[in-house]
């Protein structure tokens, strides 16, 4: 790789990120606003993805239960990707496909919110998560790219970074989080 190369991966990133955020900031104002409404009124966040998309899960509810730019009380928030007795177990006697859906059953609640973060849009342990999500009559957001696979037909709000490389979308979903941290704070600031 040379700086050329560098440089053209960065660009790419930059232009990504302003149109996306041109596009999709009324949406995303919208999306925080609901997830603070739900927040402030005693639900809570269920998260989960795989891989880089488990990690993105990881910081979004650190930020929450913990704090992000702001010190304010803690918020409920679960990372359904961090217990391995849980994922182990249920992959091994249920299959992996139902590794967030169960635990969305444990632990979902009417006013609490699901968000299932793919890059593909088409994780079938995401989808059935959120499909488990929106029968309990949670609020689901799905984090994709790609135009959103199947994802798209079981939540109430898409995020599709357009895109087609994986890192890309993920630098975006990183950004998103931060943005809904944000929204989220300052509701709670009002």
Excluded: Y
């Excluded at 006697?93 to 139902?98: E, S």
């Excluded at 968000?115 to 009559?137: D, E, H």
Aim: net charge negative.
């Amino acid at each position: 790789m040379d700086t050329a190369a560098v440089t053209r991966i960065v660009e790419d990133s930059l232009a990504l990120k302003r149109r996306f955020f041109e596009a999709e900031t009324p949406h995303l104002l919208e999306i925080g606003e609901r997830i603070a409404e739900r927040l402030i009124a005693g639900g809570r966040v269920l998260a989960f993805g795989n891989g880089g998309s488990a990690a993105d899960a990881q910081h979004l509810v650190a930020e929450l239960v913990v704090r992000f730019e702001t010190d304010r009380r803690a918020l409920s928030a679960m990372a359904l990707t961090t217990d391995p007795s849980i994922l182990t177990a249920c992959a091994n006697d249920l299959g992996w496909d139902a590794v967030f859906a169960r635990q969305v059953e444990a632990h979902g609640r009417p006013g609490d919110v699901a968000i299932g973060i793919s890059t593909s849009g088409n994780s079938a342990n995401v989808i059935a998560g959120l499909t488990a999500a929106r029968g309990l009559g949670l609020l689901t957001v799905g984090l994709t790219g790609r135009g959103g696979g199947d994802v798209a037909g079981v939540v109430d709000h898409l995020v599709d970074v357009p895109h087609e490389r994986t890192a890309r979308i993920q630098e975006v979903h990183g950004m998103v989080v931060h943005l809904l941290c944000q929204i989220v704070d300052e509701a709670l600031a009002e």
